[in-house]
T-cell receptor, first 118, second 108 residues
């Protein structure tokens, strides 16, 4: 199946700093990628849809100035958590859907990034 | 909007069959998907139903009834490695909304 990588897998940072997370589709081109946030024992909450060559579409309640998304190429999307605070500590997961799947809802997920803000 | 309900926990023994239900409310959707997630890992795709009926993939089957706003994931011949969280997800408007997940514990 399609492979999606994510880097870093874990990051610990001080409050007030910014953290960048990369999501790459390794063997397919993804015009659309998704960024999710997951709390322990909880569901995946969609934060935004990352569109190659255009602005990301954010879900209601997600601060676009805090969670900056850039989809610079067909294989790379980045999420930057700006001025991170302890409440931003979470598991961030990206996903991508290979082209041609249309309405098929099969998404391939990256391994996730565990962010801890001290 | 979209909302999905799943049982929070299910326990079964090795070799048994277990069914995880998912009821939903939606104003329109493409289909219902199921994902498996082990602790600390990424979700992996299991099955997808665009139409009513049963889809079978090995030991896993998924069912959808649009008229009843209901679906389920059926796991047969349970193995210890099937202990994980299982999420149903509605596909709509080019994105997905996930249920809160069901934690399946398989006991020897």
């Amino acid at each position: 199946g399609a492979v999606v990588s994510q880097h870093p897998s874990r990051v610990i940072c001080k409050s007030g700093t910014s953290v960048k997370i990369e999501c790459r589709s390794l063997d397919f081109q993804a015009t659309t990628m998704f960024w999710y946030r997951q709390f322990p024992k909880k569901s995946l909450m969609l934060m935004a849809t990352s569109n190659e060559g255009s602005k990301a579409t954010y879900e209601q309640g997600v601060e676009k100035d805090k969670f900056l998304i850039n989809h610079a190429s067909l294989t790379l999307s980045t999420l930057t958590v700006t001025s991170a605070h302890p409440e931003d500590s979470s598991f961030y997961i990206c996903s991508a859907r290979p082209p041609g799947t249309g309405g098929l809802n099969e998404q391939f997920f990256g391994p996730g990034t565990r962010l801890t803000v001290l | 909007g979209q909302s999905l309900e799943q049982p929070s926990e299910v326990t079964a023994v090795e070799g048994a069959i277990v069914q995880i239900n998912c009821t939903y409310q939606t104003s329109g959707f493409y289909g219902l998907s199921w994902y498996q997630q082990h602790d600390g890992g990424a979700p992996t795709f299991l099955s997808y139903n665009a139409l009513d009926g049963l889809e079978e993939t090995g030991r896993f089957s998924s069912f959808l009834s649009r008229s009843d706003s209901y679906g389920y994931l059926l796991l047969q011949e349970l193995q210890m490695k099937d202990s994980a969280s299982y999420f149903c997800a509605l596909g709509h408007a080019g994105k997905s909304t996930f249920g809160d997940g069901t934690t399946l514990t398989v006991k020897p």
